[in-house]
């Protein structure tokens, strides 16, 4: 969490100079503009929840036993970083389904898929800092992330809506479905959106608007104004970050909110409370306990400047 902390701030720091984007790619499609801007325009009414999932189920485990010795063009000592020294094995190395399940290198579902699927929620949303979290998944392994997770955080009202709950299931965990004409066990990743009017039911390429009356009378189109143009492409939109200084959508100070939003489900999980969450002094104030999850010690040889 710390780590998401000090990119933010570098950012901020500097964002006259630095052009950052997260690789949340399907932030460039139309589909997610579509959600913000029906939600923003008060399809649902008031928010009063999001429920974020996705059914990945990592394998859990322990850290690898040793497999000899690393292939020449490979640098082990680099590829482990600022993380504990472990053992050559191949079997870490792959896709982030190989080593993101493990504590010292990944932060499992909730960090890899969370960081896609819950970017809808934040945006839709203006989701910053949360001021409490609670998460339950299977029993707390030292080596590997859980292997399912539900996590629950309440968020403060802004200036257009009040306090909000986010939920997030993963592992084959799911949400009930607002209608019987959605299979609930076919939908392997997705958002539900409710406020007092109604409902809307989302992913990468759908958007299923669900008033409780049956009706649009309450809703209006987005004004012109609140439009969210199309994106150029997620990689030109770095591309223009770069060369005129406009923030990208996906920037670090967007993101490392998101971020730290998602990785402070897996303390609360590690810990077993409900915590409550001082954002502005990255500390869980009713759990001291809580801290040697939040800051990481670094291998001998690796700083983090920011």
Known sequence: MHEARVVRETYLKNKTKLATQMGTQIHATDNFRRVVEMIKAGAIGKPQEVRVWCSRTPKGGSYLPPAGDPPPHLNWDLWIGPSPMHPYNPDYIGGCGKWNR????????????????????????????????????????????????????????????????????????????????????EMFKGLIFKGDLGYLIADYDYRVFMPYKGDLTHYRSPKPEDLIPTSPGHHQEWITGCKTGKPTLCNFDYSGAEIENNLLALVAYRTGKKLEWDAANLKATNCPAAEQFIQKKYRDGWTLNG
């Open 102 to 185: 493990f504590w010292d290198f990944g932060s499992g579902q909730i960090g890899d898929m969370g960081s896609h699927m819950m970017d809808l929620a934040f945006w839709a949303y203006d989701l910053r800092f949360p001021t409490s979290c609670k998460a339950e998944g299977t029993p707390v392994n030292p080596d590997t992330c859980p292997e399912w997770l539900t996590a629950e955080w309440e968020h403060p009202a802004n200036d257009w809506r009040g306090p909000v709950k986010v939920y997030w299931y993963d592992g084959g965990k799911k949400p009930g479905v607002p209608s019987k004409i959605f299979n609930r066990e």
